[in-house]
């Protein structure tokens, strides 16, 4: 049976929202991304919204305990019972260890963690692309470099902790959005 309870991992810009929606439609379960709940949150000029848009506007992480909270609550909703796709958390090993934590309490596990690998210097040309179509304010040039470099620094080693939990499908990102979904549906296969 295909894995419902999802990770999706990768660098900014790697097309993880867009094949996140793709997958949560195909499989018929949730997308959960904390980028677009901050974004939802900073919209609404919510507390969660003031704390999280400094960071965001500079390409810098959220701190944890406000990003876990966000998660924690969204996991806990009724529509992700039959499984979900996480795309864009965890990013940082504390968040890892948290979800850790509250899955068992929620009665399931992460069944895979998709990590999806592409050329860095690809990826800015592709964000400076993006913000010329979207207009994101962390989509700025230095913004971008700082969003690549925490990457590298946080998330990146969290390959290693869904390596070692056996549950990691390493896939290329590089190519057409189709031919990477291809390659996603291969992996859960
Ligand atoms: P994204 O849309 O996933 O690229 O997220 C946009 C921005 O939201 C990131 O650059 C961070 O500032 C913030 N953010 C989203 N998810 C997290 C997370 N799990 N931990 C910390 N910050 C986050």
Known sequence: M??????LLGPPGAGKGTQAIRLANQLGIPQISTGDMLRAAVAAGSEIGKTAQAHMDAGELVPDHVVIGVAEERLGQSDATDGFILDGFPRTRAQAEALDGLLPKLGCKLECCIALTVDPEELV???????????????????????MAVYE????????????KSILALVDGLGEVDE?????????G
């Open 153 to 164: 620094e946080k998330t990146e080693p969290l390959i290693d902790h869904y390596r070692a």
């Open 125 to 147: 040309a592709r964000l400076l692309k993006r913000a010329e179509i979207e207009g994101r304010a962390d989509d700025n040039e230095k913004a971008i470099r700082t969003r």
């Open 2 to 7: 295909t894995a419902r309870r999802l990770l």
């Open 180 to 188: 990477v979904a291809v390659r996603i549906t291969a992996a859960l």
